[in-house]
């Protein structure tokens, strides 16, 4: 198959480890402060200093920047971040889990800080009353994230709006996400508001709950060699919802739609709900999508009220998948 990313990159988000020069982690047992090995979990990288809880490690680099390395173990702990730039980063990847514990009844990691970035880290088993329990809460400021795990909550990553910021998620797995069982709406596995730019690059989504996916009213997205496997979601929409229209692209990504759906009328959706972006030049090309063997209806892999030009190139589509239907 032709290569049709702008994003040049290998098509499973399993090959390869991310390297990403400066980043950190965070994490705190329950009820305990201390670490495996009987020391306080939370060091700052620069310094060499110890904290017992999350949220001391944040407050000591403020409004300046720095590296927080977290212990291996489970924590039920949370921190906001305010100012600053700061780095969470697992001493061992995977093996520091985020269990359970939300600030301000939001997340885990609450950010409205300049810049943070995330490596290494698992988030789960976090529910709050509104239905919006998240890993992570974007508020505002940059967000980047590689080689993390997001499992059992009500929602993955949750973010607000701003026009000026990004966030870049890279090798990432989102497992059991989403719910619509709320008054307030559906929470999805990651739901972005109007920022500036979403890239998700070589991440899985699997096993979805309800909601989307990946829903993202950007102004651009970059969703490239990503898996989207629905094939043990419960109640699921759409694999990726633009419900504001986007431009950029969405290639070289690997799609399996499952038998248990609440709306299966589409895998992509463009501009469904309102269209605050244009989606001129949305490039939706070198992907593969497939129903699962299961699967009693037919779908669109590409569903569009924007009335925009869409530049849809090739992609492999398998039986009882139309292309392309305009809403």
Same mark, same amino acid.
């Given at each position: 198959?032709?290569?049709?990313?702008? #994003?040049?990159?290998?098509?499973?988000?399993?090959?390869?480890?991310?390297?990403?020069?400066?980043?950190?982690?965070?994490?705190?047992?329950?009820?305990?402060?201390?670490?495996?090995?009987?020391?306080?979990?939370?060091?700052?990288?620069?310094?060499?200093?110890?904290?017992?809880?999350?949220?001391?490690?944040?407050?000591?680099?403020?409004?300046?920047?720095?590296?927080?390395?977290?212990?291996?173990?489970?924590?039920?702990?949370?921190?906001?971040?305010?100012?600053?730039?700061?780095?969470?980063?697992?001493?061992?990847?995977?093996?520091?889990?985020?269990?359970?514990?939300?600030?301000?009844?939001?997340?885990?990691?609450?950010?409205?800080?300049?810049?943070?970035?995330?490596?290494?880290?698992?988030?789960?088993? #976090?529910?709050?009353?509104?239905?919006?329990?998240?890993?992570?809460?974007?508020?505002?400021?940059?967000?980047?994230?590689?080689?993390?795990?997001?499992?059992?909550?009500?929602?993955?990553?949750?973010?607000?709006?701003?026009?000026?910021?990004?966030?870049?998620?890279?090798?990432?797995?989102?497992?059991?996400?989403?719910?619509?069982?709320?008054?307030?709406?559906?929470?999805?596995?990651?739901? #972005?508001?109007?920022?500036?730019?979403?890239?998700?690059?070589?991440?899985?989504?699997?096993?979805?709950?309800?909601?989307?996916?990946?829903?993202?009213?950007?102004?651009?997205?970059?969703?490239?060699?990503?898996?989207?496997?629905?094939?043990?979601?419960?109640?699921?929409?759409?694999?990726?919802?633009?419900?504001?229209?986007?431009?950029?692209?969405?290639?070289?990504?690997?799609?399996?739609?499952?038998?248990?759906?609440?709306?299966?009328?589409?895998?992509?959706?463009?501009?469904?709900?309102?269209?605050?972006?244009?989606?001129?030049?949305?490039?939706?090309?070198?992907?593969?999508?497939?129903?699962?063997?299961?699967?009693?209806?037919?779908?669109?892999?590409?569903?569009?009220?924007?009335?925009?030009?869409?530049?849809?190139?090739?992609?492999?589509?398998?039986?009882?998948?139309?292309?392309?239907?305009?809403?």
């Amino acid at each position: 198959m032709k290569n049709h990313a702008l #994003i040049t990159l290998a098509r499973s988000p399993r090959r390869s480890a991310l390297t990403l020069a400066a980043l950190a982690l965070a994490a705190l047992p329950v009820g305990s402060l201390l670490a495996q090995g009987g020391e306080a979990p939370y060091r700052h990288v620069e310094s060499g200093k110890s904290y017992g809880r999350l949220q001391e490690a944040v407050n000591a680099i403020g409004a300046g920047k720095g590296t927080i390395a977290v212990a291996p173990g489970r924590y039920r702990d949370c921190a906001v971040q305010t100012a600053g730039d700061v780095s969470y980063m697992a001493s061992q990847p995977g093996q520091t889990i985020f269990d359970g514990g939300a600030c301000e009844g939001k997340a885990t990691l609450v950010l409205r800080g300049y810049n943070a970035s995330v490596s290494g880290l698992v988030f789960q088993n #976090i529910a709050v009353p509104d239905g919006n329990g998240a890993g992570i809460r974007l508020e505002k400021g940059n967000l980047t994230i590689a080689q993390s795990w997001f499992r059992d909550s009500q929602q993955g990553i949750l973010a607000g709006a701003d026009g000026a910021g990004r966030i870049v998620i890279d090798k990432s797995t989102f497992t059991r996400l989403g719910t619509c069982a709320y008054s307030g709406g559906c929470a999805h596995s990651i739901y #972005i508001g109007n920022y500036g730019l979403l890239r998700v690059t070589r991440s899985r989504f699997e096993e979805g709950r309800g909601g989307h996916y990946l829903k993202s009213r950007s102004v651009q997205v970059q969703i490239a060699s990503n898996s989207f496997d629905d094939t043990r979601g419960h109640g699921t929409n759409y694999m990726i919802d633009l419900p504001a229209g986007s431009t950029g692209q969405i290639t070289n990504n690997w799609f399996v739609q499952g038998a248990d759906k609440e709306n299966h009328s589409a895998l992509i959706a463009v501009a469904a709900e309102t269209q605050e972006n244009t989606a001129d030049g949305l490039k939706i090309a070198g992907n593969d999508a497939r129903m699962a063997p299961s699967v009693p209806w037919n779908s669109t892999f590409v569903a569009d009220w924007s009335g925009d030009r869409l530049a849809i190139g090739e992609n492999r589509l398998g039986k009882g998948i139309k292309p392309f239907d305009r809403r």
